[in-house]
């Protein structure tokens, strides 16, 4: 054992002193949040040039509705009320006569004009939008745009068009608007928790208003953290070790230390890399969630859960990466397998989004109860405000030991055979034949 935490020590501080693993604590969160970061940096970044839309309108009716609407919005909206200064772009809207006899060439023409950069967009109203029957083809409001799926412009039209449609529709009917104005009012679902009894009194207590932070941030930024602290302990192994065999540094070590206690030594390493960089992080989360006042939403009953799963799925994946490593001769060898040594944590994070959306779900609850997948998805199931039974984290943690014990053992002998063997590219029948026989 004297060995293995002499090797495990040297692995540590081999990584932990180097200048590269200082940059990439600071860097990873970075690169794993830098959609968020430009979102926020970026947001007061807008393009205030005044887009000119052109309207094409073969009902007859709402090419002045649009014209009034957006001259009320460039009046309310464009200028900052305190500074005065543009901080949105101005909706010019200039109405076109439509000519139904040429009406393709008319369309082209001011495509056109989108593409020279005279119109942002136009936009083509189909004579029957105020009733429209079981053909919905004359009544279709159609935008023509560059980007036409994420454009703004197309999302603030609706509103004036469905307005104006509402009126003239109510109208038609001969009902005054200003008698039903609540007949449109929106009502919003409001999202709330379950109701729990007060463990005092037995009272029932008052439901809480369930919030997006806490039901999407806050699980993905536990996903993503244990992500990062895996891929940072685990995922150098296969390259360190594959280095190590082909300047025969490993002959040398084995004749130090047998190859179990040399592969332990190495895992521990990565493990205790990992911990580190968890423990900076975890205390970064939380000086940051102070400072916003939200420390609330920080799962602190969690992070027994983060850590056990963090040191099983390090020495899952670092036993494979390991093994893998020890099989290559080459860099070649070793890029042509990192895939496979990492896909126990690609694969869950294929399934965020189902699992996210339905956390109760049969699909869910099997596949964060498949051993190789149980560290990243439960770790995503738990960290929801509802949580899940009591008895899943258990089962799938004795899963996760039990297979990550296999796997190591398996590793061990993979480890050992193929670090000696040399001069011939690794072949996967001939690595499950290691792992099986040794």
């Known amino acids: 054992m004297r060995k293995t935490l002499v090797i495990a020590k040297r692995e540590y501080l081999a990584s932990v002193k180097t200048k590269g693993f200082l940059i990439g604590l600071f860097l990873a969160p970075l690169l794993m949040s830098g959609g ?29 509705s649009l014209v009034k609407a957006a001259e009320k919005r460039n009046a309310d909206e464009v200028h900052d009320s305190k500074t005065g ?34 119109l942002h967009a136009f936009v083509e109203v189909g004579p029957e939008v105020l009733h429209p029957g079981t053909n919905r083809e004359p009544a279709r409001v159609s935008y023509h745009a560059k980007g036409a799926a994420l454009d703004d412009v197309r999302r603030w039209l609706e509103r004036p068009l469905n307005d104006e449609l509402r009126r003239q529709r109510l109208a038609a009917a001969g009902i005054e608007e200003g008698r039903v104005q ?28 369930s919030s997006e932070l806490e039901a999407i941030a806050t699980p993905m930024i536990a996903v993503v953290l244990m992500w990062m602290m895996i891929m940072m302990g685990a995922s150098p192994l296969l390259y360190a070790v594959m280095e190590e065999k082909a300047q025969r540094i490993a002959e040398v070590l084995l004749g130090c230390a047998t190859p179990f206690e040399l592969m332990l030594g190495k895992l521990l390493g990565g493990l205790g890399v990992a911990l580190t960089g968890s423990a900076v992080y975890l205390m970064g989360t939380v000086l940051v969630l102070l400072q916003l006042g939200a420390v609330g939403f920080f799962p602190f009953h969690l992070l027994p859960w983060f850590l056990a799963y963090v040191v099983l799925a390090i020495l899952m994946v670092g036993g494979n990466s390991l093994a893998l490593g020890a099989a290559c001769n080459d860099a070649r060898d070793a890029q042509n397998l990192t895939m496979p ?75 050992r055979v193929g670090l000696l063997m040399l001069g011939k590219p690794p072949r996967l029948k001939e690595i499950l034949h290691w792992a099986i026989r040794g």
Not at 94 to 110: C, F, I, M
Not at 183 to 209: C, H, I, N, S, Y
């Open 36 to 64: 968020l970061i430009a979102v926020i940096g970026l947001r007061g970044q807008v393009d205030v040039s005044d887009k000119r839309i052109a309207v094409v309108d073969r009902s007859g009716f709402l090419a002045n």
């Open 85 to 118: 200064k543009k901080v949105k772009p101005a909706y010019v809207i200039e109405t076109v006569d439509p000519r139904p006899e040429e009406l393709p060439v008319q369309r082209l023409t001011l495509s056109e004009r989108v593409r020279s950069g005279n």
């Open 182 to 209: 609540g007949l449109f009012d929106w009502v919003a679902v409001e999202g709330m928790g379950l109701v729990a009894a007060d463990p005092k009194t037995g009272q029932p207590v008052e439901a809480r208003k």
């Open 341 to 415: 040594s990492i896909l126990p944590l690609l694969i869950p994070m294929f399934l965020l989004g189902p699992v996210l959306k339905e956390p109760h779900s049969g699909f869910a609850t099997v596949a964060s109860l498949f051993p190789p997948f149980t560290p990243i998805l439960m770790m995503l199931r738990q960290s929801q405000p509802a949580g899940v039974p009591a008895w899943q984290p258990w089962i799938g943690l004795v899963g996760v030991m039990v297979f990550t014990g296999l796997l190591v053992y398996a590793a061990a002998r993979v480890f």
